[in-house]
């Protein structure tokens, strides 16, 4: 690293923002990366060229590819026999036994919650509900789609088992893109009813009515399943089509 005009270095004064950049190396990649993809900005099925990726942020290869490797464990990105890197698409014929599960995981996690007594994970239930609020109020789809799942595994940490606890967070983060998806049938505007029904689940929590929560579990995860399923079948040919790579 050689001396400026100035006495510093370059680091110091001369790359400004593109050293900050290669300084925090594959994580900042990763997050960028991972954002514009749960964001649908780079679309499934978009090529994800390492050279144009270290171009377009800056630095080596190295990074990037660490970058990638992360993304593709997270099952965002997948790597082709042809050694091209996509990001990842979205198998909509799996979605029936995905939202088995899914449901599934509402109940068991809610219901738990419920069963436990205390104010143990109820304030970081409360902020996540307040943060997915805000963002409903924002029509800010991204925040929408983080806090709803930061407000589930907040929920599923009260129910005490922390196998639950993983398998459904690996649920949620499956599902952020088709969550985005079926956001954009509200053009963002979701209704508040979302918001309400969240409430009353933080009410059967806190009061530890289990089977209302349990009630209330599978009202919210079956509306959710039945619009997501429906907006699908309307434009599966639309959604599943792929960009030329």
Known sequence: ???????????????????????????????????????????????????????HFGMSRTPIREALLRLTSDGLVTSLPNRNTIVAVIDFSSLPTYFEALCLMYRVTTRGAAKRQGDAWM??????QQAFSRAVEAQDAFAMIE?????????????????????????????RRILRLYYQTFDDRLPRRYVEEHEKIIEAIRSGDVEEADRLSVAHADQIVRQIQDYVARNITAAAELPDI
């Open 1 to 55: 690293m050689g001396m400026n005009e100035t006495g510093g270095t370059d680091a110091d004064n001369g790359k400004g923002e593109g050293a900050r950049t290669r300084g925090s190396g594959s994580e900042s990649v990763y997050k960028a990366l991972r954002h514009e993809i749960l964001t649908m900005e780079r679309p499934p099925g978009s090529p994800l060229d390492e050279t144009r990726l270290s171009e």
């Open 123 to 128: 304030a970081e239930i409360i902020r996540q």
């Open 147 to 175: 806090a709803n799942r930061e407000f589930h595994v907040a929920i599923a940490e009260r129910a005490g088992n922390p196998y639950y606890t993983t398998f459904f967070a690996r649920l949620l983060d499956e599902g």
